[in-house]
């Protein structure tokens, strides 16, 4: 069921926000069945990192549930306008290329869905 609501003079959506939180639990579940889930917590200054996907201060894995689900958090929660665009997969391709391939598919595939909700109008 597709539901839009009014906010601030546009309207939301609601059915690519519930497409997407499925997406974003569903990279939770991929990095835990393949244990890159449990990792330290990058520090605020790793945090503050103006790089791209925080490149120069903490690891892609880290990235990707210390900064991408949880600035998605909020934005689901509020009913925020989503990015119109994303193109993350390509950045955990070349993470990924040295390593297990099993995690590196289960992920990519992962941010390959994310990535074509987000692009879709």
Known sequence: MLAILPFF???????????????????????????????PIPSEEALTSKEPFCIDTMNFDQWLRYV???KFKPMLASGQSLPSSSCIAPMAQEFYRTQDELAKQAIVSALEAIDACLNQD
């Open 9 to 39: 003079g546009r309207e939301i959506r609601l059915d690519k926000h519930h497409k997407l939180a499925d997406l974003l639990l569903n990279l939770e579940k991929v990095m835990r069945q393949v244990n890159v889930w449990d990792m």
């Open 68 to 70: 991408m689900l949880e």
